[in-house]
């Protein structure tokens, strides 16, 4: 007599069927998964998705000015499961063509169906991602898909939907499966790095960053982080050139005068600790002269509520306008990589 388990977790006659269906109209198709590795460029914070193939083991994976590093933590080494995955199952997918003013592009949504759960999609250690390669026409460059989300599970089909995008046109500066010409030079134009230089500045007289604080690129925090630590958000049509016409040396030396508006985004952070952060970037500005201070920034307590518990998170924001040269961000861009551990072999 079979347990509960056994009868749960056994394929249904319904289930059976659709199993069959899935192999008769895909082919009986298979999708190779490879597996990528988070790099982080240290000048800039700029996020880079690279083979797995490429890096080799370290102790302590993205080694640079942005990653925490906590007293006795443990090392941080490459997956021992096979760097490849392939999976049986059925691939739909939609096309959309996109006409904007920046750029023409196609969009294509995947539907991956699979006969049996992908483990290895769920336990995927943080700092590396699974991107599949699968061709949509005799001779044509094959799509690479990643999934976002996992949809429409009913349990007695016995089949599993991963939704996702593939990847984008625009995008693929970002994914590297050839490190021999990786561009390692700045991306952003903007005074971020002036601001993720704040993550190793200790003065000997006081007025460094809160204990256990980082300052992460808006939108590239690492996921499901843990506060305290804080994002810092330029907005893109608030850089502005504060000088008629940027400065051209002999050299070729580029030299503009612009201004910025930073809204930096605080967690965990208790009211001292948060005015210990404003006096930290007072006396930086004041100290290493990176940025100007062009207004009269205060803390803001902000609201983010989870229902289902009833409570607030510990939320700040403050907001910066700030000046600086644009050569300025270069210099500290390489101030930072000099003093970053930092070799494109190590995730």
């Known amino acids: 007599m079979s347990t509960v388990t056994e009868s749960t977790g056994a394929p249904t006659p319904f289930g059976s069927d659709l199993a069959a269906g899935v192999d008769a109209i895909s082919l009986n198709q298979e999708i190779t998964f490879a597996r990528y590795a988070r790099l982080v460029l240290p000048l800039d914070g700029s996020v880079f998705w690279v083979r797995e193939q490429l890096v080799q083991p370290s102790a302590l994976l993205g080694r640079a000015l942005l990653n925490r590093f906590a007293p006795n933590q443990a090392p941080s080494m490459l997956p021992s499961s096979p760097p490849t995955l392939i999976v049986k199952g059925s691939v739909h997918y939609a096309t959309d063509l996109h006409q904007d003013p920046e750029e023409f592009y196609a969009s294509n949504r995947v539907v991956f169906t699979a006969e049996e759960e992908v483990n290895a999609f769920n336990v995927m250690a943080p700092g590396f991602t699974w991107i599949g390669t699968f061709a949509i026409s005799p001779g044509g460059p094959p799509l690479r898909v990643a999934f976002s989300s996992q949809s429409s599970r009913y349990l007695q089909a016995g089949l599993w939907h991963y939704v996702g995008t593939a990847l984008l046109p625009d995008m693929a500066t970002q994914v590297i499966d050839d490190l021999s010409g990786f561009d390692q030079r700045q991306v952003v134009s903007n005074s971020l790095p002036a601001w993720l ?8 007289f006081g007025f460094a960053l809160p204990a256990g ?53 605080l967690w965990g952070l208790r009211s001292d600790d948060a005015l210990t952060f404003l006096d930290a970037v007072y006396q930086y500005s004041a100290n290493v002269e990176a940025i100007g201070l062009m207004n009269v920034p205060t803390v803001r307590d902000e609201k983010r509520t989870q229902a289902e518990f009833g409570t607030l998170a510990q939320k700040k924001t403050v907001e910066f306008r700030v000046s600086y040269l644009q050569s300025r961000m270069s210099a500290i861009a390489r101030q930072i990589m000099k003093s970053s551990i930092v070799g494109f072999n190590v995730a």
């Open 197 to 204: 230089a704040l993550n190793s500045y200790a003065p000997p």
């Open 213 to 265: 604080l980082i300052l992460y690129p808006s939108d590239l925090t690492p996921m499901n982080e843990t506060p305290p630590f804080g994002s810092v958000h330029i907005e893109p049509g608030a850089t502005d050139a504060l000088a008629s016409a940027p400065t051209i040396t002999a050299s070729s030396s580029h030299f503009q005068l612009c201004a910025d508006t930073v809204k930096v985004t």
